[in-house]
T-cell receptor, first 112, second 112 residues
Framework: KQEVTQIPAALSVPEGENLVLNCSFT??????LQWFRQDPGKGLTSLLL?????REQTSGRLNASLDKSSGRSTLYIAASQPGDSATYLC???????????FGTGTSLTVIP | DAGITQSPRHKVTETGTPVTLRCHQT?????MYWYRQDPGHGLRLIHY???????DKGEVSDGYSVSRSKTEDFLLTLESATSSQTSVYFC???????????FGQGTRLTVV
């Protein structure tokens, strides 16, 4: 079974700081990895999708990298803003099967 | 936003009663999923569907059944609700290949 871990569980930073969120997975035979954002009481919003053949993806101030062989992905947020406060989740899809395995998330607070 | 609608959004029900949650999509995507989200466990897969009348179990399928008689609708049924099924339930959809998953807004179910 694929195990997905996100460290730290919670992070608090001052506005304007650059930060990195981590996601690790135990089985490197993945199809792709997706990062989501979840606001309190809301659904999941897709941020970035990285295919197993890719090294990174960028969207605005967000950059996600993938090192499949070491079982790690990072989400880099540049120039953080209070509106970035949310829980960030990573999900891994194995190259066999159709389900996604989720980490338990990192709760981010950006202090004005 | 991806066209996913979950209903109801909130429900309180009594132990032992049957409950059906509905997920409706307007995207004509092949894959549909039901996840539950609980503190400390993250999101866990209950069941998923890979086509009309084609479904498979996830890691926490006991006590749940699903049906998909049309591409756009995926129903989750709790045959006899228990307090351990109090949770937030999310539906997700995905097209074929290595495409993104999109999530609904969730259904908060309380079993008393």
């Amino acid at each position: 079974k694929q195990e997905v871990t996100q460290i730290p569980a919670a992070l608090s930073v001052p506005e304007g700081e650059n930060l990195v969120l981590n996601c690790s997975f135990t089985d490197s035979a993945i199809y792709n990895l997706q990062w989501f954002r979840q606001d309190p009481g809301k659904g999941l919003t897709s941020l970035l999708l990285i295919q197993s053949s890719q090294r990174e993806q960028t969207s605005g101030r967000l950059n996600a990298s993938l090192d499949k062989s070491s079982g790690r992905s990072t989400l880099y947020i540049a120039a953080s803003q209070p509106g970035d406060s949310a829980t960030y989740l990573c999900a891994v899809r194995r190259d066999t099967g159709n389900q996604f395995y989720f980490g338990t998330g990192t709760s981010l607070t950006v202090i004005p | 936003d991806a066209g996913i609608t979950q209903s109801p959004r909130h429900k309180v029900t009594e132990t032992g009663t049957p409950v059906t949650l509905r997920c409706h999509q307007t995207e004509n995507h092949r894959y549909m999923y039901w996840y539950r989200q609980d503190p400390g466990h993250g999101l866990r897969l209950i069941h998923y569907s890979y086509g009309v009348k084609d479904t498979d179990k996830g890691e926490v399928s006991d006590g749940y059944s699903v049906s998909r008689s049309k591409t756009e609708d995926f129903l989750l049924t709790l045959e006899s609700a228990t307090s351990s099924q109090t949770s937030v339930y999310f539906c997700a959809i995905r097209d074929t290949g290595g495409t993104e998953a999109f999530f609904g807004q969730g259904t908060r179910l309380t079993v008393v």
